[in-house]
């Protein structure tokens, strides 16, 4: 069958006067974002309280298309369907046989209809639609059988302004549209973690910037050109991204040279969050998001992590944090994201990594042996600040 148009299925719990715009609105932009990369022409529209998408070109490939709309948040289904004009019901049992007949050669099948009239003025309602053209299928391929419990094929046939004939629904990736709640700041390291609580923020319809430290010479260009490509490969995800790379050398350095080792990862951390926030708040972000997930690693035990907290004042989205690492990887290898992610490059976590980390550090200890970097680390915040070099992934 060579479908030349959709319907794109979404939640629509919630979705009542302002917001139900706000939300269509935002699909139909991510929609036509997401088919730039397809072959082909596309007009995205409302229409009736539905988001269809009309092939215009000649060609298009069909499974391009299908895998471009599973990156757009907000669809729960896509169904490529047949249109036809309202026409009476004689015509439209003949184009109901007709699809069934293309669409599905093996007959040895159970099918039910599923009609629905939105409109009153049809010559027939739903109940009168389902039993007429589940006889006239019946009548056109008696291999049939009828099953209005758990068919094999159910026929929706959706008769608005023009008749709907669909009954393959190919699933969405579900959430709500990018651009729908707010904007966050990413810290994405080269790990398994950030790309996907990147990914899983996004999908509540956040849009993501995001922030990497690196700290040269110790962390390598490959290391930060992995985190360029694990960026961009989320984006495919969350649109656009602007990637704010720090050069955290210097602050690291200090740390190094005036903490206590055990406690330089959870000092390290702070200062990442702290940069974070200050990012966030002049690029216009509501919220951070790490990759953290409890007890995975001694920084992020439940202590760990109310250290770390304590230095922000915005929000911090952790959607990780009751994850095991297998579920987040199962993620990861979903979004494409873990070949990647296990490239062997080293990042700042794990050249300036004690042997013995604190897993339970306490509040009052820590700012106190933070003290001890009192003497430069203004001028060493600002300069960090000021390397902030952007980079636009798209
Ligand atoms: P990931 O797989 O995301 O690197 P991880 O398990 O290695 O996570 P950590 O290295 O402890 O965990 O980092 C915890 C979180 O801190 C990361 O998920 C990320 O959000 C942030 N983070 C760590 N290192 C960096 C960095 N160099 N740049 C930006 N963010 C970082
Ligand atoms: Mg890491």
């Not at 027939?124 to 391929?141: P, T, V, Y």
């Not at 990442?272 to 001694?298: F, P, R, W, Y």
Request: glycine content about 6%.
């Amino acid at each position: 069958m060579n479908y030349r148009t959709f319907l794109i299925k979404y939640a629509e719990i919630g979705l009542k006067g302002k917001n139900r715009y706000v939300f269509e609105d935002a699909l139909v932009k991510q929609i036509n974002r997401a088919l730039k990369r397809c072959e082909g022409s596309f007009d995205v529209k409302r229409t009736e309280g539905r988001v269809t998408i009309d092939v215009t070109s000649e060609d298009y490939d069909f499974d391009e298309t299908i895998a471009a709309l599973q990156t757009v948040f907000g669809i729960t289904g896509i169904c490529p369907v047949v249109v036809v004009d309202k026409v009476p019901y004689a015509e439209l049992s003949k184009e109901v046989v007709k699809y069934f007949d293309e669409v599905y050669p093996d007959k040895n099948k159970t099918f039910k209809v599923f009609a629905r009239r939105a409109h009153k003025d049809y010559e027939m309602d739903s109940m009168e639609l389902n039993k007429e053209l589940g006889h006239d299928i019946l009548e056109a391929f008696p291999e049939l059988t009828v099953d209005v419990h758990h068919p094999e094929i159910q026929i929706t046939v959706e008769v608005r302004n023009v008749i709907y004939i669909y009954s393959e629904i190919l699933p969405g990736p579900g959430g709500m549209p990018l651009g729908t709640n707010g904007k966050a700041m990413l810290l994405l390291s080269g790990g398994i973690d950030s790309p996907v609580a990147g990914y899983m923020i996004a999908k509540r319809g956040v849009v993501i910037d995001a922030v990497y430290f690196h700290a040269p010479p110790y962390t390598s260009e490959r290391a930060k050109q992995k985190v360029v490509d694990l960026a961009k490969l989320i984006s495919k995800y969350t649109g656009p991204i602007r990637l704010h790379v720090i050069n955290f050398t210097d602050i690291q350095l200090a740390i190094y040279e005036k903490c206590p080792h055990e406690e330089l990862t959870i000092i390290m951390r702070r200062y990442m969050m702290k940069i974070a926030e200050d990012l966030a708040k002049a690029n216009d972000c509501q919220a951070l998001v790490t990759g953290e997930s409890l007890g995975q690693v001694a920084s992020q035990t439940i202590h760990a992590l109310g250290v770390t907290n304590e230095v922000c004042t915005l929000p911090v989205f952790r959607p990780l944090i009751g994850f095991d690492k297998q579920d987040i990887i199962d993620i990861s290898e979903k979004i494409n994201t873990f070949e990647t992610s296990i490239l062997p490059f080293e990042d700042c976590c794990t050249i300036f990594v004690a042997k013995h980390p604190v897993t339970k550090p306490n509040l009052e200890i820590i700012k106190r042996h933070e003290e001890s970097l009192n003497d430069n680390i203004d001028e060493l915040y600002k300069k960090a600040i000021e390397s902030d070099e952007v980079i636009s992934i798209w």
